[in-house]
């Protein structure tokens, strides 16, 4: 009896070690705030890296963001690339059944493209260079999948003072199958007007493709090259004007395949615009950097290139390697057959949950097995950290707070609000910088970081990030 006690207790303290994770992070502080709960940076204590543990709350309050959270977290699992931000861990909650809220660690970016291209007017041609080549690597990867983005915008782009930037946000993304009815799949299509591709912004086209993301790349790398949002549209027939004063008025064989009357009969009325000289908009560009930006920035999405064809433009020469721009197997329907389904509120809890498990490899076995307990058997650690957000959001309002001994992570949603940067070392700074990138840069494998000996340093003004996206 005192053995299988014994058997009993060992196993119990295994279970804790493994699962608990109640220990493994320490909370810095609250870097960000929102609709969706808190965002605060942490240490893990096992490995000394900074992450960020976001929280949502009441996830299953509303069945769409629900799915919204579970569609994101599901993608960024099933893309793994340098390129793209990582969720390192998510936190096991203490019970299957009644679950509200998630806490996931994502690792820590000190920025967005939106504040790099804000507090940075002297970025060097290098810069632009690798910038473009990284967001057009990782468009490859999520193509190939055969993922598409949708909302692709300066503030969807997480950054590092050492050049290395990572999309994020994949809570408007969307698998395609080619079974997949347009009419129902992109009806819910709400993605920032200024960064849309004109396909979009009148339901022109029957059939969209992976083009619209390959638009707004387009419309990211001008932004960078100017300081400036190069359509900042008032509404959608504003956004077609500006697109049109600079591209010139579409070809009659385009406007005839736009699907939308409305739009149809406007670019038809419209008077004759003609296409403005990329070098007089962007003057001082590398003509390279402009031909491909022509071509990315085409009206008619049939005559975009892919995010492959553009990496082997000749403005990439010497940075660009194919063994460094990897492919992704497409993702299968099974994966998101919820998708394809009406599903209730009790399936979503129980998908995520099953998502949850991914990061907890033994209690994933057991439940694949039919024999995991539906209530577990430690303090968990879930409870830890809900004390430790609400210490610091009781608090954060009359400055530094000194962390409880003890927390843990969450998923947020849409924007946040950020805080002062994590005590501790002094954080890099993002400024003016004239450092110029390594073409050399490394590519080990998808989940390797790379180094840039250009710098781009952060102004004081520039928040901690951390990706939002649909939590």
Request: positive net charge.
């Amino acid at each position: 009896m005192q053995q299988d006690q014994r058997k009993k207790s060992s196993a119990e303290a295994e279970f804790f070690t493994e699962y608990g994770d109640a220990s493994r992070y320490k909370i810095q502080e609250i870097v960000g705030k929102g609709s969706y709960g808190v965002v605060c940076s942490a240490i893990d204590v096992h490995t000394g890296e900074k992450v960020a543990i976001k929280k949502i709350h009441d996830i299953f309050e509303h069945i769409s963001d629900a799915a919204r959270i579970l569609r994101e977290i599901k993608l960024l699992r099933l893309l793994r690339h340098p390129d793209i931000v990582e969720i390192k861990h998510i936190m096991l909650p203490p019970s299957r059944r009644d679950f509200k809220d998630i806490y996931v660690v994502f690792e820590l970016m000190e920025s967005d493209l939106h504040q790099v291209i804000k507090a940075n007017d002297d970025l060097t041609k290098e810069h632009y260079q690798f910038f473009l080549y990284q967001l057009l690597r990782a468009l490859k990867y999520i193509h190939t999948a055969n993922v598409y983005h949708r909302d692709l915008k300066p503030k969807n782009i997480l950054a590092n003072s050492n050049c290395k930037l990572k999309i994020c946000d994949f809570g408007l993304a969307r698998v395609a199958f080619n079974d997949t009815p347009t009419t129902i799949f992109w009806t819910d299509y709400v993605a920032t007007r200024w960064y849309r591709a004109p396909e979009l912004c009148g339901s022109f086209f029957s059939k969209y493709t992976p083009a619209i993301d390959v638009w707004s790349i387009g419309c990211i790398f001008a932004e960078v090259l100017t300081g400036k949002p190069l359509f900042p549209g008032k509404n959608v027939v504003h956004q077609l004007d500006l697109m049109t004063d600079l591209l010139g008025t579409p070809s009659m064989d385009t406007i005839s395949r736009v699907r939308n009357e409305k739009a149809r009969r406007y670019l038809s009325s419209m008077r004759k615009k003609e296409l403005i000289s990329f070098s007089h908009k962007f003057p001082n560009a590398d003509p390279l950097a402009l031909d491909l930006l022509q071509r990315l920035l085409a009206f008619d999405p049939k005559d975009r290139p892919t995010a492959e064809e553009a990496l082997s433009h000749p403005y990439f020469k010497g940075l660009a390697k194919v063994e460094r721009e990897p492919s992704c197997q497409p993702i299968t329907k099974m994966e998101f057959e919820f998708e394809r389904r009406r599903v209730t509120k009790e399936d979503i809890r129980e998908l995520i949950f099953r998502e949850i498990l991914e990061y907890h490899p033994q209690l994933l076995k057991d439940y694949t097995n039919g024999t995991e307990r539906t209530t577990f058997l430690y303090p968990s650690a879930v409870d830890q950290f809900r004390k430790q957000f609400a210490h610091l959001e009781e608090n954060s309002e009359n400055g530094p707070v000194v962390p409880m001994d003890r927390k843990h992570t969450s998923l947020p949603r849409s924007t946040i609000v950020h805080s002062a940067p994590i005590h501790g070392k002094e954080q890099p700074r993002i400024g003016p910088s004239r450092d110029k990138p390594s073409p050399d840069e490394s590519y080990k494998n998808h989940r390797d970081s790379e180094k840039y000996s250009g710098n781009v340093q952060r102004t004081s003004q520039a928040p901690q990030r951390v990706p939002t996206g649909a939590f």
